[in-house]
């Protein structure tokens, strides 16, 4: 059975950073682009992060380009690096994972992990 498990979140200040880990069960990782994304209550789950399968393309959205960097391992992880966080940028963190191309849209997104939260403060 897939399974997504998210940790890393937390509450920290505005500034200060945190690195989001996601260990997928696939028994063949390589064969899944990975995301990350994040919804605050009463707004859509909005795209943060997608990288491929091989790790070659990455893609972000305008508002964390620069600051968050997501990448992979042979172990099976994807990451999240938050750096500079922002108050805007508190949310519940979702891993997510697709076959084929990497991409933006969460609909294309069959797997979902159970979520994180990450609490910037002021």
């Known amino acids: 059975q897939v399974q997504l498990v998210e940790s890393g979140g937390g509450l920290v200040q505005a500034g200060e950073s945190l690195r989001l880990s996601c260990a997928a069960s696939f028994r063949t990782f390589g064969d899944y682009a990975m995301g990350w994304f994040r919804q605050v209550p009463g707004k859509e789950r909005e795209f943060v992060a997608a990288?491929?399968?091989?790790?070659?393309?990455t893609a972000y959205a305008d508002s964390v380009k620069g600051r968050f960097t997501i990448s992979r391992d042979n172990a099976k992880k994807v990451y999240l690096q938050m750096n500079s966080l922002k108050p805007e940028d508190t949310a519940v963190y979702y891993c997510a994972a697709k076959t084929g191309m990497k991409a933006t849209v969460r609909y294309e997104y069959a797997y979902w992990g159970q979520g994180t939260q990450v609490t910037v403060s002021s």
């Open positions: 990288i491929s399968r091989t790790a070659a393309t």
